[in-house]
């Protein structure tokens, strides 16, 4: 699949370009975490290579906001 010339993403709030991104992230160290925030459906259909989907469910969910788990554990591999 190619990049999308036209098309725009978020960065830390700001809009850049698909390839400006695809450049980002080839030169981005391996220890860069790039987070997919869409949903589960969208993020399986089509990703950024690397990213990781912070998927939970509504008890994962209430489970954070208690403190009664880790955020890190939504990132484990």
Known sequence: MGVDRGMT???LGMEISAASLAAIVRNADTTTLIVDCRCLAEFKQSHICRA???FYSKLLQRRLLEDKVCILFLFKD
Do not use: A, D, E, Y
């Open 52 to 54: 990781t989907n912070p």
């Open 9 to 11: 993403v978020s960065l």
